[in-house]
């Protein structure tokens, strides 16, 4: 008995997935009610984020799943919204017995959401990165308790075809919060970042204005970034140039150590502060089998975005209605059939716009165990064709025909969950890019709520169609879509999610040799 049901089981695996129709015209609609101007470009914490969540919500019943947050559809996620006061931030730096006092937005950039003052001594921690995986620890020997982490932005080998890091791509470890947590997890107080000298992208200080954050963020410590004028002059002032610090490091990739003698007073004030609530919408379709519903498989999207810009809607139909309007097709289409045997959670992100916020959030308060949680598939600016763009020029090479492109974004750290894409897209027939899986000067890994489960070791691909001309304007409007081809990214999410849920065992989760 238990071999004819092991071949029925092989026989059903095997079999070809056979997805409903995806209904081009539901996703037109979704995408066009999502950026019509009533909901005022959805930014979080304004009224027309909560009327696009409610919405979610509805279409989440309607598709016949069930509240994933406990009783309820909705995640509370608390955030703090304010403005930086760019007279009362200060940094002031001690070097070579003199005091310098440096300009806010001019000399450094960034913000935090607390009033704080501190002083402490500076420590240079190379690139910030303890990385056991590639025998690499910028910490070590180093003792930065109570002191100013000081640390270059990026990884070694940037732009490298051989680095260890991923060539010529990024790897977590290269993100300002990765960046951020593991100074805080060595005792720093506070972490200054220095552009690296050999970044392609010019670089730009903050903008500052208006800014949200997690009431109860993971990441306590500040963050700033020095101009690349006032990290010349500090590290000068010890002996070495930024230049020549990064070619030592690169050269050896062993911690190298600067005796800086150097101290800092921060002060970060804020002009206006007040909390307020946006929500993740999570809804659930339990899984069939018994002991498999206990694991999940995810698929999401952020239904949040900018709001107005002077006085303009910036309604973000691509970013990221589109995703949106897939997200909700996909769970009409679980919801219309037998359910798979693992369950499936379907999460609408709030605050992405604001910095990964929503995602953030579920992950450091997931409702089903990150443990048992076996992949996720993310969609955002799955409408249009990539076109070469402010955000590309000059740096990326974009395909002239972009028109049956999708990109995998992520999948370097999931060969697994590559390949089942991959395998999945053959009767589909998209083509699937991986070139932001190997650059590291736009920093697409760490731009999306992917990411968010990359950092807790969960294998995760975002499906991304790329930028346009139109990126977080007024013109990424509902008529410029292409709907062929959102129709084919959801149908390959379907199948690509089933399988996940059907098969035996999961993708593992690891970065790919090189």
């Not at 809804?283 to 952020?302: C, I, K, M, Y």
């Not at 709030?350 to 990964?356: V, Y």
């Not at 590559?418 to 731009?447: H, S, V, Y």
């Not at 292409?482 to 970065?511: D, H, S, T």
Request: glycine share 8%; charged share 25%; aromatic share 8%.
């Amino acid at each position: 008995m238990r071999n004819v049901l092991l071949i029925l089981w092989a026989l059903l695996i095997s079999a070809p997935a056979r997805c409903q129709s995806v209904r081009v015209e539901r996703l037109k609609a979704d995408v066009g009610f999502l950026a019509s101007r009533p909901l005022e470009g959805r930014r979080a914490l304004e009224r027309g984020s909560d009327v696009a969540a409610e919405f979610i919500a509805a279409e989440f019943a309607k598709a016949g799943l069930r509240p994933g947050a406990g009783a309820s559809f909705f995640q509370p996620v608390e955030l703090l919204e304010y403005r930086p006061d760019p007279q009362a931030t200060r940094l002031t730096l001690w070097w070579g017995g003199r005091k310098h006092e440096c300009r806010y937005g001019r000399d450094f950039s960034g913000s935090f959401p607390r009033d704080l003052n501190l002083r402490a001594p500076l420590a240079f921690a190379g690139y910030g990165i303890t990385a056991p995986e590639y025998g690499y620890d910028d910490y070590a020997g180093l003792d930065v308790t109570g002191k100013i982490a000081l640390v270059f932005e990026y990884e070694p080998q940037l732009h490298d075809p051989s680095s260890p890091f991923n060539g010529e791509g990024n790897t977590l470890h290269a993100s300002p919060r990765r960046k951020a947590l593991n100074a805080q997890q060595h005792g720093a107080v506070a972490l200054l970042v220095i552009p690296a000298p050999n970044r392609k992208r010019p670089f730009q200080p903050g903008r500052g204005g208006s800014a949200q954050a997690l009431s109860d963020s993971e990441v306590r410590i500040p963050l700033f970034t020095l101009s690349p004028r006032l990290a010349e002059q500090l590290l000068s002032a010890a002996g070495r140039t930024p230049a020549e610090l990064q070619r030592a490091l690169d050269a050896s990739l062993k911690p190298v150590r600067l005796e800086l003698e150097a101290r800092a007073e921060l002060h970060c004030k804020t002009l206006q502060t007040r909390r307020g609530l946006t929500a993740n919408v999570i809804g659930l379709l339990e899984g069939a089998d018994p002991v498999l519903r206990q694991e999940t498989v995810v698929f999401s999207a952020h239904y949040d975005h900018l709001g107005a810009r002077e006085g303009k809607l910036l309604p973000g139909a691509d970013d990221n209605a589109s995703g949106t309007a897939g997200l909700l097709e996909l769970a009409r289409l679980f919801g219309a059939e037998p359910p798979p045997r693992r369950s499936l959670l379907f999460i609408a992100f709030g605050a992405e716009e604001a910095g990964l916020l929503g995602s953030y959030y579920y992950a450091a308060h997931p409702v089903r165990p990150l443990e048992t949680t076996r992949a996720l598939i993310n969609l955002d600016m799955i409408g249009r064709d990539e076109q070469p763009s402010a955000q590309t020029a000059g740096l990326i090479q974009i395909a002239s025909d972009t028109s049956n492109e999708v990109n995998l974004v992520g999948a370097f750290y999931s060969p697994d969950l590559r390949a089942l894409l991959e395998r999945e897209n053959r009767p589909i027939g998209l083509r699937l890019g991986q070139k932001w899986d190997r650059d590291a000067t736009l920093n697409i890994l760490w731009r999306c709520d992917h990411f968010a489960f990359l950092m807790k070791q969960i294998p995760a691909v975002w499906l991304f169609n790329g930028f346009t001309p139109d990126y977080h304007a007024p013109a990424d409007t509902a008529d410029k879509l292409n709907f062929a081809k959102m129709e084919k990214i959801v149908r390959l999410a379907w199948r690509a999610g089933r399988a996940l849920a059907e098969e035996p065992g999961g993708p593992r989760f690891g970065p790919a040799r090189r």
